[in-house]
Nanobody, 124 residues
Framework: QVQLVESGGGLVQAGGSLRLSCAAS????????MAWFRRAPGADRDFVAA????????YYANSVKGRFTISRDNAKNSVYLQMNSLKPEDTAVYYC?????????????????WGQGTQVTVSS
């Protein structure tokens, strides 16, 4: 079973950038489509972005399209989320996820194995 550890979160001013990393162990990340979700304070967990097993396809929530970029490096067993032009409403705990069942549905939370999350705080 794959284990996922996120890093790269922190405090940043509005308009700034952060790059989140997700390191996988226990299994090759190349076996999985991968995704990032986030949970803002008091809110449900929301889909942010997903990438196919070979990086050939990517999907984004409308709220982050054009600002965030998901990528992967299967040789390093890692997935990344580059976040630019950050807004206060991007403040959330960000979770890396591996699609363990091959659902083909990027937003289907039940299909994923989760990391522990990393906090991103964007100040205005």
């Amino acid at each position: 079973q794959v284990q996922l550890v996120e890093s790269g979160g922190g405090l940043v001013q509005a308009g700034g950038s952060l790059r989140l990393s997700c390191a996988a162990s226990g299994s090759s990340v190349s076996n999985y489509a991968m995704a990032w979700f986030r949970r803002a304070p008091g809110a449900d967990r929301d889909f942010v972005a997903a990438i196919s097993w070979n990086g050939g396809s990517t999907y984004y929530a409308n709220s982050v399209k054009g600002r965030f970029t998901i990528s992967r490096d299967n040789a390093k067993n890692s997935v990344y989320l580059q976040m630019n032009s950050l807004k206060p409403e991007d403040t959330a705990v960000y979770y890396c996820a591996a699609d363990r069942v091959g659902s083909g549905v990027p937003t289907l939370e039940a299909a994923y194995t989760w990391g522990q999350g990393t906090q991103v705080t964007v100040s205005s």
